[in-house]
């Protein structure tokens, strides 16, 4: 399996900017549809972005649609999470996660077999 580690978490005001990124390592990114979740006190985890392995579908949650954006560097075994405009309802854990080829990018936790440890994401107000 593919190994995941983010970085990029830290503390920002309400109207802020962060810029999370996931390094892959172990196989090739590009055999991967990837995603990322978050996960607040007390909530499931929720999907936040996905990104297919190719780039060009991605999908987001509607809370941060306009607001968020996915991308990925296959040649760097990267992905990213631009996040503007944040809000302090966006204050969670994001996790990085990646699922195999056999089906189209999908938004359940389910689906995805390899995970990150997780960077911690704080908007105050």
């Known amino acids: 399996q593919v190994q995941l580690v983010e970085s990029g978490g830290g503390l920002v005001q309400a109207g802020g900017s962060l810029r999370l990124s996931c390094a892959a390592s172990?196989?090739?990114?590009?055999?991967?549809?990837m995603a990322w979740f978050r996960q607040a006190p007390g909530k499931e985890r929720e999907f936040v972005a996905g990104?297919?392995?190719?780039?060009?579908?991605?999908k987001y949650a509607e809370s941060v649609k306009g607001r968020f954006t996915i991308s990925r560097d296959n040649a760097k075994n990267m992905v990213y999470l631009q996040m503007n405009s944040l809000k302090p309802e966006d204050t969670a854990v994001y996790y990085c996660?990646?699922?195999?080829?056999?089906?189209?990018?999908?938004?359940?936790?389910?689906?995805?077999?390899?995970w990150g440890q997780g960077t911690q994401v704080t908007v105050s107000s």
């Open positions: 172990g196989r090739t990114l590009s055999n991967y549809h």
């Open positions: 996660a990646a699922s195999g080829l056999r089906r189209t990018l999908q938004m359940d936790p389910g689906d995805f077999t390899s």
């Open positions: 990104i297919s392995w190719s780039g060009l579908t991605t």
